[in-house]
């Protein structure tokens, strides 16, 4: 709670406010200016009143003791769980020495303390504390610093370890009293601990240190086959190393100076500590194996050690015999006793060869020699190279005999491989050329020639991946995947096609309409945000169907025409599907003819500027102009800038487009200023693709020292999507401009990503309100809600702002009113020819 005084205080600044709100002397303007402070104090008292009840709640429904202290130890303030753990009343505790719940503690206790926390650390100690009947019990005690009105203070909370105490007695008890052998090993491999079991089978005599005992130098381990191994390759190693069990490995432990060798079964387990990914300590379990290793026999040691089996068959009876090798790697039990058994544990094709192979070695007297492929008992497959020959004898005792070696490791690494080569690493899907394949080889099969391709790409994808990291783009591509996964289930193909584009082929002999349901199904599924970073993202996908054969006949056709169709679906406004179409394959031809004339518009002077005065809303004054482009081509006639702006930046032909009106640009200024207009500077639009693209600061300081223009007289405008690049190019290119004095303007604020963090760090001098807003004033609420934010924005930022779009007087008068003090629209002129600008404005 605040002071009383502070309480005293606010209750006399209501009173007094209150006073003056009904002081009929004051002007109107005035009361109510007083009225709203009166709320406005009202309102804080209120906030601080719920912060001060949710701290409240906060401190109390911590389960350990929490205490607040000043920077001399006493305790200002203690929660619930302190109260009941000591035992004691509240008066007993706040406001008196840390000393009250721990005497011991030194003088000079709390100088540890804030040399810790005043470097930013947390400072962790176990001490005794003293409940109020004199009774000790440990607690581990965490400490962090924070400000509390005004000064620094510590708050410290206390873990009861009496529990741990309890159970790390009784882990010691087990490990003395188990007959396992237990050796623990700390994070760097050394012993701290062998239980008595331990100490007994490893012979060390009584009082010597067991990490002296087990010294490498006095000890020999070799594995099952006799190799000696590293210490790197022991268990423990492996398990310190990996953070993983490693169970069950045999070894033979053989010291050297009494030439004993014991073979034990080890498995060693890893610890972590508490809330910690790190390996703290592994234990080491051993168990004497020694009887058991003496009766094994060296035959079935080498056999398993090439994982080589052997196998007869005696044809007279029809009896099978296998060995304990060829049994693990068919895996089936019981074990097969006969050929027809042996068969039934193998694929169709590989049965049939098998017989065939078994036919003839009986009746050539030849061998067999075969790679097989099976299933064992567990369901998992296997594969094994049989190699057989036939001994002589009569007619009852003719005889097979051979071996079976397990190559599944090998067929595995192979399969790995073949997939490997046409997988998409990061999804798990097929890639690009793996899916071309797979379409192309359906569309070859008259059987399987009716399918159709989806083209999916994901909607503000790189928003995620700019704003976040590729990581976090990643991170969203394989939940996209999963997601594809789910929508489709067994009915089609799926990759990844490159970047944040997927690809679907699915049938369509037994159901026509699938295409259609299979896309729907996927945008319903996108229909759930996607969560990253904590943050939710509603990440949708545009998606353009094409079926075979009517939209192609081959796998690119195909693909091509699905991309069409998706791009058609874009531009409907996204998060949808659409069908290729005659009318697509129409309007595909046509953006190819205007990329055509496009690329050569440039060369063949096709383009020409207008130019739109920015003026002062109050006086009408001339301040700039803007450079606005316009296209007419024979071929097309007149083309407005919404027709092919936006399809110059998706070729990259935007670049030259956009050198030519800068250069263009800044010599008509230096041509309006040589008559003697007084036009401050003129603004030129600038794509992100010229940011990315080309070195934009080298062509601004050409056309600069070509027109022979200071750079405080261009301004480019950009839009929004420039800020959120972030590559490193992007942000030298803002430096660059800077140093030549350039003006940087974002064009459309408000419309796009709205990237405000930019705002901040970016060299920006200004704003442009978009025409989209400035419309729907002074009537549209929402409208006067947006033209009031980013005149904020502009005013706490300090940049300048622009409304563009002024049609009538009643929005002149409402940007007044908000402080705007620059605006452009047809209320004072269109887009205006060199001549005619001159004509009206000079002097």
Known sequence: MPPPSDRTEMAATLAALEDACRDPDLPEATRNLLQRAHAAVVAARTDADTARLRYHALFDAVPDPVSILDADGIVLDLNRAGLAAYRRDRGDI???????????????????????LNRGGTYVIEVSNMRADGSRFPVEVHSAGFEHEGQNCIVAVARDLSGRRDAELRYRELMETIDTGILVRDADGHIT?????????????PGQRADIAMAGDQWCVVDECGRELAPDEFPSARALRHGRPVGSVLLGYYHRRRRTLTWFSVTAVPQFGPGSDRVQQVLSLFSDVTALKRDSTLFDRAQAMAHIGGWEWDTGRDRLYLTGESRRIIGRDPAPRSIADLLDCLADTDRARLRQALDHAMAMGRGLDLELQGTRGDGQPFWVRAIGEAEAGGPLSARLTGTLQDITDRKHAEEHLRIRARTDPLTGLLNRDAVRAEVDARLADPARARLAVLYIDLDRFKIVNDVLGHA????????AARRIRRAVGGEGLIARFGGDEFLVACPLEDDPARAARMAQAILDIFGDSFRLGGEE???????????????????????QSADVAMYDSKRRGRNGWQAFTTELAEQQQQRLQLETHLRRAVGNEEFHLVYQPQVDLATGRLAAVESLIRWTNPALGQMQPSRFIDHAETTGDIVGIGGWVLRQACRQLRDWRTAGLAIERIAVNVSYRQFLGEDLASNVRAALDESGLPGSALELEFTERVLIEDEPETLRTFEALRELGVMLTIDDFGEGYSALNYLRRLPIHGLKLSQLFVQGVPGNASDVAVCEAVTGIARSLKLGLVAEGVESDAQREFLLGLGVRIGQGFLFAPGLTPAEVQARYLP
């Open 193 to 205: 601990h062998a239980n008595a079991a331990a100490m007994r089978l490893f012979g060390i005599p």
């Open 537 to 559: 993202f509603a990440i949708t996908a545009s998606i353009g169907i094409a079926h075979a054969p009517a939209d192609g006949t081959t796998s690119e056709q195909l693909i």
């Open 472 to 479: 976090a783009g990643d991170r969203l591509l394989a939940s």
């Open 94 to 116: 706040v406001g008196r020495p840390i000393h009250v719940l721990n005497p011991d503690l030194p003088h000079d206790h709390l100088a540890p303390v804030w040399e810790t």
